[in-house]
T-cell receptor, first 109, second 114 residues
Framework: GAGVSQTPSNKVTEKGKYVELRCDPISGHTALYWYRQSLGQGPEFLIYFQGTGAADDSGLPNDRFFAVRPEGSVSTLKIQRTERGDSAMYLC???????FGPGTRLTVT | AQSVTQLDSHVSVSEGTPVLLRCNYSSSYSPSLFWYVQHPNKGLQLLLKYTSAATLVKGINGFEAEFKKSETSFHLTKPSAHMSDAAEYFCVVIPYSSASKIIFGSGTRLSIRP
């Protein structure tokens, strides 16, 4: 595709539920990044993939967060047992120059 | 440790006047530096980038930034502000040592007065 796409654009879920957020990077980009942006703050790094493997997952806040990229293209960020503090905009970017997707706004009620 | 500091959380200028958004970085080696803009309810858009070529970098929409190693600064400027420039601006550093340690500043909200 022409750019990075993310689905869904908005997700509302109840506390304790499981959610999956999807990122389709620009075709051919091997580097993929996930960020979390809380209201009024800059994006915070979560995880970085180079190809299929997570090259750096040091930004994941705890073991409820997990991300995969099984074929080196689409990536899924998975959050288990969601908490209200997980509410944020989740951003995906590809390549080091950071072509960003529009984000998924997650709201945990 | 690498870090980036945006010195102003909010800047307000009149339309047609110059814009200056300040950014200082801390990095052990020559970093890559970027400025991004985020309009309300829109995604982040790359304005410009510095990757150790020319120290004066020109970006989109008339913005430019100058890398000053001696001052560890990468301030964003524009000669004449336009109403459409109102947005949040982020300074970003990618340390030379690691492509994954991408660090965003806390952002500067730019307001334009008519």
């Amino acid at each position: 595709g022409a750019g990075v796409s993310q689905t869904p654009s908005n997700k509302v879920t109840e506390k304790g539920k499981y959610v999956e957020l999807r990122c389709d990077p620009i075709s051919g980009h091997t580097a993929l990044y996930w960020y979390r942006q809380s209201l009024g703050q800059g994006p915070e790094f979560l995880i970085y993939f180079q190809g299929t493997g997570a090259a750096d997952d040091s930004g994941l806040p705890n073991d409820r967060f997990f991300a995969v990229r099984p074929e080196g293209s689409v990536s899924t960020l998975k959050i288990q047992r969601t908490e209200r503090g997980d509410s944020a905009m989740y951003l995906c970017a590809s390549r080091e120059e950071q072509y960003f997707g529009p984000g998924t706004r997650l709201t945990v009620t | 440790a690498q870090s980036v500091t945006q010195l102003d959380s909010h800047v307000s200028v009149s339309e047609g006047t110059p814009v200056l958004l300040r950014c200082n970085y801390s990095s052990s080696y020559s970093p890559s530096l970027f400025w991004y803009v985020q309009h309300p309810n829109k995604g982040l858009q790359l304005l410009l980038k510095y990757t150790s070529a020319a120290t004066l970098v020109k970006g989109i929409n008339g913005f430019e930034a100058e890398f000053k190693k001696s001052e560890t600064s990468f301030h964003l400027t524009k000669p004449s502000a336009h109403m459409s420039d109102a947005a949040e601006y982020f300074c970003v550093v990618i340390p030379y040592s690691s492509a994954s340690k991408i660090i965003f500043g806390s952002g500067t909200r730019l307001s334009i007065r008519p």
